[in-house]
C-alpha cells in the first residue's frame, strides 16, 4: 500500500515559518510529481507546490511564490515544504500528493493523498 504521511504542521504567527514534512512508502515514485495541496475552509483546494521525482523540477503557485520551497529527499522518500514568511491567508489544511507523470500533478488529478496537517497562521 502507499502512504503520504504528512508532519510538521502547527501554529505560527504571521511572518513565522514552518517546515512540513511528507514521509512516502509503498512504492519507488520514478515518474511521479509529489506535491503540497492546502485547502482553507472558504476556498477551493490548491496546489501550493510541486516536484518532480525524477528530476526535482518545481511548480509553486502565485500565492506562496517567493515564500515556500519544495524539496526532496531521495535516499528517505520524503519530500518538505518550507514555508516562510506566512500569512493569515496560508491557514490551510496540507494535504500531500503523488501522481503519475511527474509535474502534470499541476493539473492533474493525484493518484494518492496523505492524511493532511493543519497548518494555522494568526495575526
Known amino acids: 500500500q502507499v502512504q503520504l504521511v504528512e508532519s510538521g504542521g502547527g501554529s505560527v504567527q504571521a511572518g513565522g515559518s514552518l517546515k512540513l514534512s511528507c514521509a512516502a512508502s509503498g512504492r519507488t515514485f520514478n515518474n511521479y510529481g509529489l506535491g503540497w495541496f492546502r485547502q482553507a475552509p472558504g476556498k477551493e483546494r490548491e496546489l501550493a507546490a510541486a516536484i518532480s521525482w525524477s528530476d526535482g523540477r518545481t511548480f509553486f503557485a502565485n500565492s506562496v511564490k517567493g515564500r515556500f520551497t519544495i524539496s526532496r529527499d531521495i535516499a528517505k522518500n520524503t519530500i518538505y515544504l518550507e514555508m516562510n514568511s506566512l500569512k493569515p491567508g496560508d491557514t490551510a489544511v496540507y494535504f500531500c500528493?503523488?501522481?503519475?507523470?511527474?509535474?502534470?500533478?499541476?493539473?492533474?488529478?493525484?493518484?494518492?493523498w496523505g492524511q493532511g496537517t493543519q497548518v494555522t497562521v494568526s495575526s
Open positions: 500528493a503523488a501522481k503519475f507523470g511527474g509535474l502534470t500533478i499541476v493539473a492533474g488529478r493525484p493518484d494518492y
